[in-house]
Antibody, heavy 121, light 106 residues
Framework: EVQLVESGGGLVQPGESLRLSCAAS????????MGWVRQTPGKGLEWVSV????????SYPDSLKGRISISRDNSKNTLYLEMNSLRAEDTALYYC??????????????WGQGILVTVSS | IQLTQSPSFMSASVGDRVTITCRAS??????LAWYQQKPGKAPNLLIY???TLQTGVPSRFSGRGSGTEFTVTISSLQPEDFATYYC?????????FGQGTKLEIK
């Protein structure tokens, strides 16, 4: 059974940084691309980033480029999201998600339970 | 690319046939997925490539469409189908989601 467990969220002040982690199990981690999606009551679901199975290709929406970085450690079956210069509008529930394919189709067939990030002074 | 779902809210009864529509602001071919989300849970993939049913999803769900107009149909609503449904386009960055359609019990 695929399991994705996010950690690292919490309350941070504007301008600070945060690193989210996602521990994966139940599948061949390095075979699949992985991604992050966030959700807010106001803006709904928003794709945040994706990384290929090997980790050599990443993609971000223009709105977040330069402030976020996705990475993975296939030896530890763990996905990461580094977020810098956090803003109030980054407040959201962040989901780790497994891609259907290795290359990064952005079709997410398994999701974690989500981790809350709150940016507030 | 903007995705507009209609309706945003609907109520229906067990056994009803319901259809939710997702319209894209540009041609996205068949690069569309549908997700179901229940309160307090993560989204669950139902359909991808507009009409391919994800493994394990009941056959009462079906997807159609290409270009700019897409639908997901539930042929006979079951109690567990009452949830919020989202479409997502996979054609162009940023890979946007629709605003959601909340399906409630009448």
């Amino acid at each position: 059974e695929v399991q994705l467990v996010e950690s690292g969220g919490g309350l941070v002040q504007p301008g600070e940084s945060l690193r989210l982690s996602c521990a994966a199990s139940g599948f061949s981690f390095s075979t699949y691309a992985m991604g992050w999606v966030r959700q807010t009551p106001g803006k709904g679901l928003e794709w945040v980033s994706v990384i290929s199975g090997s980790g050599d290709r990443t993609s971000y929406p223009d709105s977040l480029k330069g402030r976020i970085s996705i990475s993975r450690d296939n030896s530890k079956n763990t996905l990461y999201l580094e977020m810098n210069s956090l803003r109030a509008e980054d407040t959201a529930l962040y989901y780790c998600a497994k891609d259907l394919y290795a290359s990064g189709s952005l079709i997410f067939d398994s999701w974690g339970q989500g981790i809350l990030v709150t940016v507030s002074s | 690319i903007q995705l507009t779902q209609s309706p945003s809210f609907m109520s229906a009864s067990v056994g009803d046939r319901v259809t939710i529509t997702c319209r894209a602001s540009q041609d996205i071919s068949s690069f569309l997925a549908w997700y179901q989300q229940k309160p307090g849970k993560a989204p669950n993939l139902l359909i991808y490539a507009a009409s391919t049913l994800q493994t394990g999803v009941p056959s009462r769900f079906s997807g159609r469409g290409s270009g700019t107009e897409f639908t997901v149909t539930i042929s006979s609503l079951q109690p567990e189908d009452f949830a919020t449904y989202y479409c997502q386009q996979l054609a162009r960055d940023p890979y946007s989601f629709g605003q959601g359609t909340k399906l409630e019990i009448k």
